[in-house]
């Protein structure tokens, strides 16, 4: 199983500064590369009892494709290695860009808790291009939520960047077979936002679709968006159907188009949906993008 309980790894050629997370999938930090000093974001994907051997020939055998997947709206991995702890077992590090501005949760709370349209707008543009470039390459994400939604500022404005979806959708699947990783919340369809039951069908561009439609209409409203038990969209604690906007006071003509794509993408009917990114934008490079302005919600 995968195990963080032994502390922080000693990386050769990198400083760590300080951990930026945890996850089923093992624990990332914030290091400082001794060579040239720049600032990285280093993945510690940490193993211990008797999978050692499987789970280092699986990974060795992912890396070619992993690696292959560069696109700027993702954060790639530039650089790995494998490395022993000991009688702790192994560790793999993947190293990728350093997302200063941080993740779209905390950036929504240092604007009272949700983002202006506009914003929004931009983030979805971003997100898009990199989702799309996933899926036209037959992968997916898998694992779409607000902390692997990541920042850099360029050119003046922020620009998102996808994190931790650079993995081949059989490797997190694997991993699940195994019982080394654990299921997220479903869609309404059923399908996990990891992907770790298990099974193929449960892991798919439409899932992809759907949560982040759910992300940015969370960070819209400043209330979560999911499914419960019956797959009832559930937003704030109350159930409502996927579609209209019951948090809005009222809907400015400005953000119909982006409302609808979104909506759309809500769909609780996985045939109603998006097929997938590159359809979902091809539909959001026809909305314009909102005006500077702040809307009122409930």
């Known amino acids: 199983m995968l195990s963080n309980r032994f502390g922080p790894p000693q ?3 990198f400083a760590i500064q300080r951990c930026l997370g945890r996850n089923s999938l093992g624990a990332s930090f914030l290091c400082r590369a001794l060579s040239d000093n720049r600032l990285a974001a280093i993945k510690v994907v940490r193993s211990s009892g008797n999978q050692d051997d499987w789970f280092c020939n699986m990974l060795e055998a992912e890396l070619g494709s992993i690696l292959a997947l560069r696109h700027e709206n993702l954060v790639g991995v530039e650089e790995h290695r494998l490395t022993r702890f000991g009688d702790q077992g192994w560790g793999l590090c993947l190293a990728t860009a350093y997302c200063p501005e941080g993740n779209a949760s905390q950036l929504a709370a240092k604007h009272g808790g949700r983002l202006p349209p506009h914003k929004v707008h931009d983030m979805l543009s971003d997100c898009l291009e990199g989702l799309a470039f996933l899926h036209a390459r037959g992968r997916v994400h898998g694992n779409l939520k607000p902390s692997n939604v990541l920042f850099t500022s360029h050119d003046g404005r922020l620009r998102a960047r996808l994190a931790d979806g650079v993995w081949p959708v059989r490797l997190p699947l694997t991993l699940a077979a195994h019982g080394v990783v654990t299921a997220h919340e479903p869609t309404p369809d059923g399908q996990f936002q990891s992907g770790c039951a298990g099974d193929p069908v449960l892991c798919s561009p439409t899932a992809d679709v759907w ?28 159930t409502h159907a996927a579609s209209g906007w019951p948090h809005y006071h009222v809907v400015p003509r400005t953000l119909e188009g982006l409302f609808e794509v979104i909506d759309r993408a809500l769909s609780t009917a996985p045939e109603s949906r998006f097929p997938d990114a590159v359809a979902m934008w091809a539909a959001f490079q026809r909305v314009p993008r909102p005006p500077a302005i702040r809307v009122d919600v409930a």
């Open 11 to 13: 990386i050769e050629g």
């Open 211 to 238: 949560c982040l439609g759910a992300i940015a209409r969370a960070l819209l409203t400043g209330r979560r968006w999911q499914v419960d038990s019956s797959g009832e969209a559930v937003s704030g604690g109350a």
